[in-house]
């Protein structure tokens, strides 16, 4: 960048954007440092400080001792449910939406565009409506309170909205790419995995981290359709919350509040 192009707008536009992203980023860093802080740096009340040490037992406490309920151990368990929920149901939701998308923009049937219509009420459908219906469904297939449950729940319920954006950014490709590649003899899934899917790197990453998001900070089937042993992590939190609502857990810096003698 050249000192013809640092304009004053410019300048402008970027300061706001640093601003703007300090904005965002500030609870992450209170959430980080607070974390590392003991409990008379807590009780001192100034969040932005940095702490004094590095201090690990919160992350210790947290990750194997904490309480959630009578089970006391911590967040580790809840956390692997996370993850392997999270993995398979974002690739599963994420490559049927790709097929799906593929079909209703190069494939287009007798009444496609009637499905595609249909498939959009899932997108602003509210999930409360339903847990009943799914629940019953996960008992017939012998899935309830189950990991691989809350998998296709999540495939079920992202599949709209992983269908609408891979349509829409396949309609932009052109058709005469398709259309060479079925003159050259080339069939359906040929031109998906040669021609369509090499060009689908942005509108792929873009629904990854769309669907990851969703999935990962879902609590409201984790909290339906999960057992005991298949808590995801953010029922995990809620739960550990609730158990210390009344006594915070705090790394110990001497004695602790609750125990020192009243005046």
Aim: hydrophobic share 50%; net charge positive; aromatic share 14%.
């Amino acid at each position: 960048m050249t000192a013809k192009s640092l304009t004053f707008g410019r300048v402008f536009t970027y300061g706001l954007l640093l601003v703007a992203a300090l904005f965002f980023l500030a609870p992450l860093y209170v959430m980080i440092v607070t974390s590392f802080k003991d409990a008379d740096q807590l009780r001192a009340g100034n969040l932005l400080s940095l702490p004094t040490s590095l201090n690990l037992d919160a992350w210790h406490l947290a990750w194997n001792t904490a309480c959630t309920g009578v089970d006391c151990r911590g967040l580790k368990p809840y956390f692997m449910n996370s993850v392997f929920m999270a993995v398979p149901a974002v690739l599963i939701s994420t490559a049927w939406g790709a097929l799906n998308g593929y079909v209703l923009s190069m494939w287009k049937f007798r009444g496609s565009e009637v499905l595609f219509g249909f498939l959009l009420f899932g997108v602003f459908m509210p999930f409360q409506v339903v847990l009943l219906p799914m629940s019953q469904v996960l008992g017939w297939l012998g899935l309830s309170s189950s990991i691989g449950g809350l998998v296709l729940v999540h495939c079920l319920a992202g599949m709209a909205g992983t269908t609408l954006f891979f349509r829409n950014y396949y309609t932009a490709v052109p058709r005469e790419l398709v259309n060479a590649a079925r003159i050259d003899g080339a069939g359906f899934w040929r031109i998906f995995w040669r021609i369509v899917l090499p060009m689908s790197t942005p509108i792929m990453m873009v629904t990854l981290i769309w669907q990851f998001t969703n999935i990962w900070n879902d609590f409201l089937f984790g909290v339906a359709f999960s057992g005991a042993d298949s808590k995801p992590v953010t029922v995990g939190l809620n739960n550990m919350a609730n158990t210390t609502s009344s006594v915070k857990s705090l790394p110990p810096a001497g004695v602790c509040a609750r125990h020192r003698p009243r005046p």
